[in-house]
């Protein structure tokens, strides 16, 4: 959701095995505030090369809020980092930044 001036609110369903939406495109963000919300067990949430890094807990929104550095431009991966099953490895999602 584009709130203006640079500002996105994404919201975001963790599930075993994915991430819904699976990929959200950004253009020139300022901030970006991601609402994490799990539907069954515990997850993560880790942007990959970036310092975001949460635990998403069912029954609880997560809240990140996140600047990218103007340097950050393309698809970067969010990844669930805590163990959920069988098919956690496949669970990710893209998050594609453009300039």
Partial sequence: KDLGGGRYQVDIIAYQWGFRPSKV????PKEVVIRIYSIDVIHGFQIVGTNV??????????????KPH????????AICNE???I????MYM???IRR
């Avoid at 890094?53 to 996140?66: C, D, E, F, R």
């Avoid at 103007?70 to 991966?77: E, I, K, Y």
């Fill in 94 to 96: 893209e998050i594609v």
């Fill in 53 to 66: 890094n949460a635990m998403v807990l069912p029954g609880y929104i997560t809240t990140i809020v996140w």
């Fill in 25 to 28: 495109e950004l253009y020139n």
């Fill in 70 to 77: 103007q340097s950050v431009n393309g698809t970067m991966l």
């Fill in 87 to 90: 098919a956690h490895s496949a």
């Fill in 83 to 85: 163990y959920c099953g």
